[in-house]
């Protein structure tokens, strides 16, 4: 079984990870983005070139790739693709292809921050204390988001009442303390929740945990799983919170796709890419066997540099 992994970028864990998966199986994985200097294009086993994805021509040309290459799965990577590859889908479809991502009210959800406190709110489920857009915090410090956006662009502590934006469509809420974590989680293809791994954000560096560690976190793994059914999502997807014991947690938002250190839930069990292909081979009830999680595996994330030449560049960009 062949996969495609767009705005592949410099995501080389998940390359290895899907290509594991689909080496077991006799397949290949192939690595997208705009052009030929990102480093995962050159791990894995082909390389393509991709207009950007909300180019007129993008979703003729991914539909191309994939009939030429014999793909069966595309995964998104990135928030902007995700609406332009839901819309995409059903065509995919009708070539066989599975797009791993969800519908187009699933995603406008998770992308407003707004909607989003709402369905939380709807299920019963805890956020940070979060202010009225016409209302003035009782107390500061508080911690502000844009309404949409995703990677923690734009998210930050404001001390002062004065300092806060003036105009700026910002989701204002209570600073909260309680350690963060990210819960990956993953559903099958239908929405079902399956099973999901809670990882303790150690240390964040630009909105993405360079350090991280598996902990065992019953109470927010299974409120995330319910949280993920409840907004329609599928596949694999990354639930931020706050948690600490004794408290319900409060969750702040979820990236309908795999994130950067999901590569720690893949490897302490949870199996997210051998589990998709699973479920696109039709092997169902396989891929919703809980598996065993290594609690306490740590991840120590680290650059790694990529060397190409010259040569190689102007071969895969030539194509």
Do not use: W
Not at 83 to 97: C, H, S, Y
Not at 132 to 151: K, L, M, Q, S, Y
């Amino acid at each position: 079984m062949n996969v495609l992994i767009l705005s592949a970028a410099a995501k080389v864990p998940l390359v290895r990870a899907f290509a594991e998966a689909a080496h077991a199986r006799g397949g290949k994985v192939l690595a997208a983005d705009l052009g030929p200097d990102n480093a995962a294009l050159f791990e894995a086993d082909e390389a393509v070139i991709l207009p950007r994805s909300d180019a007129p021509g993008f979703a003729k040309a991914l539909a191309k790739v994939c009939a030429a290459h014999a793909v069966r799965l595309v995964v998104p990577t990135r928030d902007a693709e995700l609406p332009v590859l839901a819309a995409a889908r059903d065509r995919l479809a009708e070539q066989g292809v599975t797009a791993l991502v969800a519908g187009a009210e699933a995603l406008a959800a998770c992308q407003d921050k707004r909607r989003f406190t709402a369905v939380c709110a709807a299920q019963g489920l805890a956020t940070p204390r979060t202010y009225a857009p016409d209302e003035t915090p009782a107390r500061f410090p508080v911690f502000v988001r844009p309404v949409t956006g995703a990677g923690g662009r734009g998210a930050r502590r404001i001390d002062r009442a004065e300092d806060l934006p003036a105009g700026a469509d910002l989701l204002v809420q209570v600073l909260e303390t309680d350690p963060e974590y990210t819960v990956d989680v993953l559903l099958d293809l239908t929405g079902r929740p399956l099973q999901a791994v809670a990882r303790r954000r150690l240390q964040v560096r630009a909105g993405e945990a360079v350090k991280s560690r598996v902990e065992d976190a019953p109470e927010l793994e299974e409120q995330a799983l319910a949280l993920c059914a409840a907004l329609g999502l599928v596949g694999h997807n990354v639930v931020q919170a706050f948690h600490a014991p004794g408290r319900a947690p409060r969750f702040i938002e979820v990236n309908p796709r795999f994130g950067g250190a999901s590569s720690l839930s893949i490897r302490a069990g949870l199996a997210s890419p051998d589990r998709i292909l699973q479920m696109v081979e039709g092997r169902g009830a396989e891929a919703a066997a809980p598996r065993p999680i290594a609690y306490g595996l740590t991840l120590l994330r680290y650059p790694e540099d990529r060397f190409v030449t010259e040569a190689e560049l102007a071969a895969l960009a030539e194509g």
